[in-house]
């Protein structure tokens, strides 16, 4: 990879993203960007009311995100964005002509991902969402540069195993390891 990592945490609701994302760029001394922050508010109604959004409905918000990414792959700068991220089209939308851009995605089963839902307060997305998100998520390929680790580890395992896998230029015989939750 040349130059700081750019690094998307991805995956279904409820999975972890902005913990995990908080805590990477941390270590990474960067900036982190919630992608939920950068939803119109058309979405959040849309998703409150327990409407799962459309391949229209992100599009926008997307272009958004992607732009954080295009600037910070500009001015050479290290970078962690929370984004579902769920489906191929995507995430190459949000990579754009960026080769610095990784994807660390968070695996885990519905059951855990509801319990986990059902358990969070002060947010818009509602557990009837959950069926919906695992319909459009599309498993990142192994020509992505992407990591999956389980949600079902600790939240400082993850990402010591993400600086692992981006100092060795986004390359991991284990890239899998942690297993599916």
């Not at 913990?19 to 939920?36: N, P, T, Y």
């Not at 968070?106 to 069926?131: E, N, S, W």
Request: negative net charge.
């Amino acid at each position: 990879m040349i130059g700081p990592p750019i690094v998307v945490v991805m995956g279904v609701c409820g999975c972890g993203k902005s913990s995990v994302g908080r805590g990477l760029a941390q270590a990474l001394g960067c900036a982190f960007i919630e992608g939920d922050a950068h939803h119109p508010e058309a979405n959040i109604a849309k998703m409150s009311a327990g409407v799962p959004l459309t391949d229209a409905d992100r599009e926008g918000w997307l272009a958004v995100l992607a732009g954080f990414i295009a600037d910070a792959d500009r001015r050479s700068e290290a970078l962690v964005v929370a984004c579902s991220a769920l489906k191929r089209r995507y995430r190459d939308q949000l990579r754009g002509d960026s080769a610095r851009v990784r994807f660390l995605h968070l695996d885990g089963t519905k059951a855990v991902i509801a319990d986990r839902m059902a358990a969070r307060t002060a947010h818009f997305m509602p557990t009837a969402l959950i069926d919906s998100q695992f319909a459009d998520l599309e498993a990142p390929g192994p020509e992505e540069n992407a990591l999956t680790r389980s949600i079902l580890l600790p939240v400082d395992q993850i990402v010591a195993d993400a600086c692992g896998y981006l100092t060795n230029n986004g390359k991991a015989a284990t890239a899998t390891a942690g297993g599916n939750a």
